[in-house]
């Protein structure tokens, strides 16, 4: 026989007998429990652990530990629950026996996970960055009615609007690209408060139409904190940068844009499932490229309220509704010119969003999301006595599986793809938009 193969036998059977003897010595310390008292200790471990009470939910589930000795999920959920604490070294021996013993793949699989996350339990940096290309369409981008007009000064004007100098209806492909990193750092031993960032670029072309071609430059850093009973607070602040290629005929259609996004959040996890929460947006945006656009300079605060539960072991479901108002800064101009109609921004956005995760078989995953959108305009007038309405709805659905699903060489990636459709309508015809992508994405998780 060779001797590889024996070094094989005997470490499985060495490996098998500090199990067994871990497993008995284990079992001499239990305390006596009926099945009954046993399943209300699982229970309390998993309502502690839904209250964010590691240690109590730690103390159940070694009650269960000790009473069942060979119970895998019991001991299987104590490690998560370890490393999670960054506890993971006091385990991490009984983990590794585990991928060397005749257990079922799944436990395998999950036991030499688990083991990974405790070798890189030290490193308090982890984070993902994700490669997207899509290709989508954009139908009516810059659509005026022929032979319409548009009301200003109580004077009707024949479209396209010499205000924004809109010009050929045209229907196009549109080609994006975007990059991203996000991340977090632990900042303490307990791993309850941590420092999240993100990087993030976007680019998109198309050939014909005018305002459809930017590119988006957004940085973002946070402070998330994770308190007991399940409250979890956050706070942020991100810049922004969308640079709109748009020039028709010579002349600057629209203007760059200089966004800065101040953000707080606050949720409650309730009856062990059902998460509350309540999420503030302080938006300021800046048109830095003319200074003619200062009407159009603006902040926007929305408020959004969300509810999210399971609907069973593997759907989960997330509603949120959300009002937001975005008015001008006024810094410059005089009185006359903040009553300019088309200029001075003032609306009032209502939306509606529902999002279903589903947890599929063989790592994959697939996420919906759908959402409508109510905006009504304070000043911009469609005709003498009639105010802008907008009306959004849009669509998504995306599908994500871990790459070792589809090829062992492409273990450690996630690969995606998502599908999105988004209609406007409005009473002003310029506004009505119909456009849809399909987006394919690589990603990769980091520990430093």
């Known amino acids: 026989m060779p001797l590889s193969v024996i070094k094989t036998h005997f470490r499985t059977g060495l490996a098998f007998l500090l199990f067994s003897v871990a497993m008995s010595q284990t079992g001499f310390a239990q305390a006596a429990l009926t099945a009954d008292q046993v399943m209300a200790e699982r229970s309390a471990a998993q309502s502690a652990l839904a209250n964010g009470d590691r240690v109590e939910a730690l103390r159940r589930i070694g009650i269960v530990v000790r009473a069942i000795p060979d119970d895998l999920s019991a001991r299987f959920f104590r490690a998560q629950l370890l490393v999670a604490m960054g506890r993971g070294a006091e385990i991490r021996d009984e983990i590794e026996l585990m991928t060397m013993l005749n257990l079922p793949n799944a436990e395998r699989q999950k036991a030499r996970k688990l083991l990974?996350?405790?070798?890189?339990?030290?490193?308090?940096?982890?984070?993902?960055?994700?490669?997207?290309?899509?290709?989508?369409?954009?139908?009516?981008?810059?659509?005026?009615?022929?032979?319409?007009?548009?009301?200003?000064?109580?004077?009707?004007?024949?479209?396209?609007?010499?205000?924004?100098?809109?010009?050929?209806?045209?229907?196009?492909?549109?080609?994006?690209?975007?990059?991203?990193?996000?991340?977090?750092?632990?900042?303490?031993?307990?791993?309850?408060?941590?420092?999240?960032?993100?990087?993030?670029?976007?680019?998109?072309?198309?050939?014909?139409t005018v305002s459809a071609d930017q590119r988006y430059y957004l940085g973002s850093v946070g402070l998330k904190r994770i308190f007991n009973k399940g409250f979890v607070a956050k706070g942020g602040l991100s810049k922004g940068r969308l640079n709109r290629v748009n020039q028709s005929k010579g002349e600057d259609v629209n203007t760059d844009l200089d966004l800065t996004n101040y953000n707080v959040e606050f949720s409650r996890k309730i009856d062990q499932k059902v998460t509350l929460g309540y999420r503030f947006n302080l938006v300021k945006a800046n048109h830095s490229r003319l200074a003619s656009a200062d009407?159009?300079?603006?902040?926007?605060?929305?408020?959004?309220?969300?509810?999210?539960?399971?609907?069973?072991?593997?759907?989960?479901?997330?509603?949120?509704?959300?009002?937001?108002?975005?008015?001008?800064?006024?810094?410059?101009?005089?009185?006359?010119?903040?009553?300019?109609?088309?200029?001075?921004?003032?609306?009032?956005?209502?939306?509606?969003?529902?999002?279903?995760?589903?947890?599929?078989?063989?790592?994959?995953?697939?996420?919906?999301?759908?959402?409508?959108?109510?905006?009504?305009?304070?000043?911009?007038?469609?005709?003498?006595?009639?105010?802008?309405?907008?009306?959004?709805?849009?669509?998504?659905?995306?599908?994500?599986?871990?790459?070792?699903?589809?090829?062992?060489?492409?273990?450690?990636?996630?690969?995606?793809?998502?599908?999105?459709?988004?209609?406007?309508?409005?009473?002003?015809?310029?506004?009505?938009?119909?456009?849809?992508?399909?987006?394919?994405?690589?990603?990769?998780?980091?520990?430093?």
């Open 295 to 448: 009407l159009s300079d603006s902040k926007t605060k929305t408020n959004r309220i969300y509810i999210g539960t399971p609907l069973a072991n593997s759907v989960y479901v997330r509603s949120s509704l959300s009002t937001a108002r975005s008015t001008s800064n006024l810094k410059n101009g005089t009185i006359a010119e903040h009553t300019k109609s088309r200029e001075r921004v003032n609306k009032k956005t209502n939306s509606l969003s529902v999002l279903a995760f589903f947890l599929l078989p063989h790592e994959q995953r697939l996420i919906g999301t759908a959402t409508i959108s109510r905006v009504k305009y304070k000043h911009q007038m469609v005709n003498t006595n009639q105010r802008r309405n907008d009306n959004v709805r849009s669509v998504t659905l995306g599908y994500s599986i871990n790459g070792v699903q589809v090829w062992s060489g492409l273990d450690g990636l996630s690969l995606g793809l998502d599908a999105s459709y988004s209609r406007s309508g409005s009473n002003q015809a310029s506004a009505k938009i119909n456009s849809g992508s399909y987006m394919f994405s690589v990603s990769k998780s980091f520990n430093m």
């Open 116 to 208: 990974a996350k405790i070798d890189s339990e030290g490193k308090r940096l982890s984070g993902k960055i994700t490669l997207k290309a899509a290709v989508g369409y954009a139908d009516n981008v810059n659509a005026w009615p022929s032979g319409g007009t548009v009301t200003r000064g109580g004077l009707k004007y024949p479209l396209p609007d010499p205000v924004y100098r809109k010009f050929n209806p045209v229907s196009d492909r549109i080609n994006e690209g975007q990059v991203s990193i996000i991340g977090a750092y632990d900042l303490n031993e307990a791993r309850n408060t941590k420092t999240e960032f993100s990087l993030f670029n976007k680019v998109k072309h198309a050939p014909d």
